[in-house]
């Protein structure tokens, strides 16, 4: 049988066979903390990475980490690999340390267990699975010491001596510190391996009685081995049972949706127990709910604050109907990194949408003036004189459009192309507001002309006249002295 260190070692020289690799630390086990989720077969291994300068041509981070899953590969164990920082996020916040986590809460450990396994089972079936663990929570085995109250009783005895005895063989007893400069060194005694290897040892273990006498432990108590839980979790004061789910290569929201059909579908549940899923996808969800109020607001407002300015629905309308195609660049640059749609892609969506209903105001403003100049000199009868005025009003508005883009291209450039710390989310950030920067000032420049040639100079010459009328009523009105 290998031994969770001997196996621990293991898996660090597998790791350490990459050449990116720097340095490999790995932790068995569990801290003696309640604060501390992990389960007691998990293995936690830091893996320290070269400088990006150092890899090899062509690696990147999604490559390095199917490199590291298909090497490490060992019979039993399953991997997930997950930043340190985020790890620590999620497991403070949802107590899942991977991507996706299932919690199925009950009262009967063998049911957990066996329904958790069931869950992982049908978890890998799904696209974008990686791996699928499930806790076992049955599996452990202890040395169950049931003192027997009568016998101790004879021998003059108590429950605590019996207790204490056992314990300090088995565990050992914390006797004195040694002290050396600012270490201190705790100092505990207990029984040596012999005569606490085996429960048969176990029970001719020595217990000084007040009447000096010495009794065998498996005189005033039974010692066996008992079956038990390995660690029990608890979700709402309900024990429960976690399964980790790695995704990979698929959007977190559309993975937990087809998982918990197909969980519902092939999982039946017995009456009294429940499923709970967790992990990132749960911050997604938050803000996907905020983004639906958000969104409408935002456009709402935009409407509002164009109605204002322009005092008419045409303007305010013309902008947004043409805000989507302005939203296409950021959506192809998107696509073209490989990135999904997330909070922070949504933010720079909001963002490029209010420059872009800004390009546009400016140019129907400008197109509004040079239409207007030639109606009131009297040179705007016909699709030419339109024509001529959009053109002249489009041309004013290249220069200070390419200086505007050009200026924020400069400013978001930089944290596309950043590495480092946070530089997932600032690209997802800045990609949609630097793809939107080439397209919305096209959009801004061709195709709102377009859409005032559509209108036609019957219209405009209709709304100028108009406007017109109440001036000239108010004028013709008397005035009383």
């Given at each position: 049988?290998?031994?969770?260190?001997?196996?621990?070692?293991?898996?660090?020289?597998?790791?350490?066979?990459?050449?990116?690799?720097?340095?490999?630390?790995?932790?068995?086990?569990r801290?003696?903390t309640a604060?501390?989720?992990?389960?007691?077969e998990?293995?936690?291994?830091?893996?320290?990475?070269?400088p990006?300068?150092?890899?090899?041509?062509?690696m990147?981070?999604?490559?390095?980490i199917a490199e590291?899953?298909?090497?490490?590969?060992?019979p039993?164990?399953?991997?997930?690999?997950?930043?340190?920082?985020?790890?620590?996020?999620d497991?403070?916040?949802?107590?899942?340390?991977?991507?996706?986590?299932?919690?199925?809460?009950?009262?009967?450990?063998?049911?957990?267990?066996?329904?958790?396994?069931?869950?992982?089972?049908?978890?890998?079936?799904?696209?974008?699975t990686?791996?699928?663990?499930?806790d076992?929570?049955?599996?452990?085995?202890?040395?169950?010491?049931?003192?027997d109250?009568?016998?101790?009783?004879?021998?003059?005895?108590?429950?605590?001596?019996?207790?204490?005895?056992?314990?300090?063989?088995?565990?050992?007893?914390?006797?004195d510190?040694k002290?050396?400069?600012?270490?201190?060194f705790?100092?505990?005694?207990?029984?040596?391996?012999?005569?606490?290897?085996?429960?048969?040892?176990?029970?001719?273990?020595?217990?000084?009685?007040?009447?000096?006498?010495?009794?065998?432990?498996?005189?005033?108590?039974s010692?066996?081995i008992?079956?038990?839980?390995?660690?029990?979790?608890?979700?709402?004061?309900?024990?429960?049972?976690?399964?980790?789910?790695?995704?990979r290569?698929?959007?977190?929201?559309?993975?937990?949706?087809?998982?918990?059909?197909?969980?519902?579908r092939e999982?039946?549940?017995?009456?009294?127990?429940?499923?709970?899923w967790?992990?990132?996808?749960?911050?997604?969800?938050?803000?996907?709910?905020?983004l639906?109020?958000i969104?409408?607001?935002?456009?709402g407002?935009i409407?509002?604050?164009?109605?204002?300015?322009?005092k008419?629905?045409?303007?305010p309308?013309?902008v947004l109907?043409?805000?989507?195609?302005?939203?296409?660049?950021?959506?192809?640059?998107?696509?073209?990194?490989?990135?999904?749609?997330?909070?922070?892609?949504?933010?720079?969506?909001?963002?490029?949408?209010?420059?872009?209903?800004?390009f546009?105001v400016?140019?129907?403003?400008?197109?509004?003036?040079?239409?207007?100049?030639?109606?009131?000199?009297?040179k705007?009868?016909?699709?030419?004189d339109?024509?001529?005025a959009?053109?002249?009003?489009?041309?004013?508005?290249?220069?200070?459009?390419?200086?505007?883009?050009?200026?924020?291209?400069?400013?978001?450039f930089?944290?596309?192309?950043?590495?480092?710390?946070?530089?997932?989310?600032?690209?997802?950030?800045a990609?949609?507001?630097?793809?939107?920067?080439?397209?919305?000032?096209?959009?801004?420049?061709?195709?709102?002309?377009?859409?005032?040639?559509?209108?036609?100079?019957?219209?405009?010459?209709?709304?100028?006249?108009?406007?017109?009328?109440?001036?000239?009523a108010?004028?013709?009105?008397?005035?009383?002295?």
């Open positions: 049988m290998v031994r969770p260190a001997e196996l621990l070692q293991i898996t660090n020289r597998m790791i350490k066979t990459v050449p990116e690799v720097k340095t490999v630390f790995g932790k068995a086990g801290a003696e604060t501390d989720p992990a389960p007691i998990m293995f936690e291994t830091v893996i320290q990475l070269k990006q300068s150092e890899w090899r041509e062509g990147t981070m999604e490559k390095l590291l899953d298909s090497r490490v590969k060992v039993g164990l399953a991997n997930v690999f997950v930043p340190p920082i985020r790890n620590r996020i497991m403070l916040a949802t107590g899942i340390k991977s991507p996706v986590g299932v919690k199925v809460s009950g009262a009967d450990l063998a049911t957990l267990d066996r329904l958790g396994a069931k869950i992982a089972q049908v978890v890998k079936t799904v696209p974008g990686t791996s699928a663990i499930s076992r929570i049955l599996g452990g085995r202890y040395i169950d010491i049931k003192v109250r009568l016998a101790a009783a004879r021998y003059g005895l108590s429950i605590e001596d019996v207790q204490n005895t056992a314990a300090g063989a088995v565990g050992g007893m914390s006797v510190e002290i050396e400069g600012l270490a201190r705790p100092i505990n005694v207990r029984f040596p391996r012999e005569m606490r290897g085996s429960v048969e040892a176990l029970r001719s273990l020595p217990i000084v009685a007040p009447t000096g006498g010495i009794v065998p432990l498996g005189a005033v108590a010692v066996q008992a079956d038990g839980p390995v660690m029990v979790k608890s979700e709402n004061a309900r024990p429960s049972a976690w399964v980790y789910v790695d995704v290569d698929r959007d977190i929201v559309g993975f937990v949706n087809e998982a918990r059909q197909k969980v519902a999982v039946s549940m017995p009456p009294g127990y429940s499923i709970t967790s992990g990132q996808f749960e911050y997604a969800e938050r803000a996907s709910k905020r639906a109020v969104v409408p607001l935002t456009i407002v409407f509002l604050l164009l109605y204002l300015a322009f008419r629905v045409r303007e309308l013309i109907l043409a805000l989507p195609f302005a939203l296409i660049g950021g959506v192809w640059l998107i696509y073209l990194m490989g990135h999904a749609i997330s909070v922070a892609t949504a933010v720079g969506f909001i963002a490029l949408a209010g420059l872009a209903a800004e546009g400016i140019m129907l403003v400008y197109l509004d003036k040079a239409i207007e100049e030639r109606i009131e000199a009297g705007f009868s016909k699709t030419e339109l024509e001529d959009l053109m002249e009003g489009a041309v004013l508005r290249v220069r200070p459009k390419a200086m505007t883009a050009a200026v924020i291209l400069a400013g978001l930089p944290l596309l192309i950043g590495e480092g710390t946070g530089s997932e989310i600032m690209q997802r950030l990609a949609p507001m630097v793809g939107g920067m080439i397209t919305a000032p096209l959009l801004s420049l061709f195709v709102l002309p377009a859409i005032y040639k559509l209108l036609g100079v019957k219209q405009f010459m209709r709304e100028a006249v108009d406007q017109k009328q109440p001036d000239v108010s004028a013709a009105k008397p005035q009383m002295t």
